[in-house]
């Protein structure tokens, strides 16, 4: 899935294809330069060092602890902005933005001491409700890919769950982070899930939250290889893909095709695309990117991006056989930002529909530090 990387949101309507975003565009040129970030983590009341204190970057494999006297030092790191997050049992997580541009950044961090409040609550995971609840649960947080499939929560007992029929909305929530492992990618993902609710009633799935990635051991080489297959199948053709090809003016030889539709010619609606899909009835005209860069600050601006490097999956709901990856967005009102490491700066939503609004969730979500091996 893609997310906003600094802190994930999507909204889902439950009975169609549209996806609703955190997301954002490409202005900057890539650089190579890497910085050290280090710093001293301290007590708001005491003033004292807090030992052993993890930190990461939000939605990479990136990340280290504070030694016994408070101090962090993160290794040598490719220039450009990430979400930094601090935890550490007693104290409220904090997250904060780091901009690297240079080779020596020194950020000291206060934690202030959590309140909380216990409170019992008794799950039984064998229950046949409780099964029903974490079914609906996988599907609309992991997805229905084939990498979805190959996907766990370890820890699925820690998640709670509530439905009230009053208001249509189901609920998940969980007091400790969500270990999924994604045995189709190779990855140990870390999720801290601060948000996941369906509204039944009108019809829509909202998921926010922190991702942390770590890889797995692979039991040989042939494990390896095919896990590096598997990532760049992921990483081709996803969002992420098509919003650096964007900024490094490569569309084309990256495979995709853009048009514009004429504003106001699709509304947001998954059945209004159905209908131009089959009778095109409103006009379309390919765009090149300079052009697009000029209508790019047009409101209701929308596109059809086709990816020509891959087919859909046979399990997509639109699944015809040798039909291309075929998406729409729908942008907002003025320019977004993507860093030279691919962090999302000044995002805002916009939305898409079509196949990535089918494929691009946990199962298919990729460090943001990723650089594919197969061009």
């Known amino acids: 899935m893609a997310y906003d990387l600094s802190n994930s949101e999507m909204i889902v309507p439950i009975k169609g294809t549209l996806l609703f975003l955190l997301f954002l565009w490409v202005v900057n040129t890539p650089v190579q330069s890497q ?63 780091i901009d690297l541009s240079m080779p020596d950044k020194e950020v000291n961090i206060v934690l202030n001491p959590a309140v909380t409040q216990l409170k019992e609550v008794v799950v039984n995971s064998n229950d046949k409700e409780y099964k029903k609840q974490l079914k609906i649960f996988y599907r609309y947080f992991l997805g229905e ?11 699925y007992y820690d998640l709670d769950f509530s439905f009230a029929e009053s208001t249509g909305l189901f609920v998940a929530s969980s007091s400790k982070p969500l270990e999924i492992t994604n045995n189709a990618l190779g990855y140990r993902i870390i999720y801290l899930l601060d948000k996941f609710q369906i509204d039944f009633t009108n019809g829509y799935c909202t998921v926010s939250g ?27 053709g996803s969002i992420t893909h098509f919003m650096k090809s964007f900024r490094d003016s490569t569309l084309k030889e990256n495979m995709y095709e853009i048009s514009l539709l004429k504003p106001g010619g699709l509304k947001d609606s998954t059945e209004d695309i159905k209908i131009w899909l089959a009778d095109s009835l409103y006009s379309v005209y390919h765009v090149t990117q300079r052009e697009l860069s000029k209508k790019i600050m047009r409101t209701g601006l929308m596109l059809r991006i086709t990816y020509k490097g891959e087919g859909p999956e046979y399990n997509f709901r639109g699944y015809v056989e040798g039909f291309k990856q075929i998406s729409f967005i729908k942008f907002p009102k003025r320019q977004l930002i993507i860093r030279e490491n691919g962090y999302y700066e000044n995002p805002l939503s916009f939305y898409i529909d079509g196949y990535w609004s089918w494929a691009n969730k946990i199962a298919e979500l990729m460090p943001l530090e990723y650089d594919p091996r197969k061009k």
């Open 210 to 236: 922190i991702p942390r990635f770590e890889n797995l051991k692979a039991k040989d080489d042939k494990q390896q290889s095919h896990w590096n297959k598997e990532r760049d199948r992921a990483y081709f």
């Open 145 to 155: 890919t084939i990498n979805a499939n190959k996907c766990t929560i370890d820890n």
């Open 35 to 97: 910085s050290v970030l280090h710093g001293k983590i301290t007590d708001s009341k005491t003033e004292s060092a807090i030992p052993f204190v993890n930190l990461f970057f939000v939605n990479t494999l990136i990340g280290t602890s504070a030694n016994a006297e408070g101090e962090y030092t993160f290794p040598k790191t490719a220039y450009g902005k990430y979400d930094l997050v601090i935890s550490c049992l007693g104290y409220e997580r904090k997250q904060i933005t």
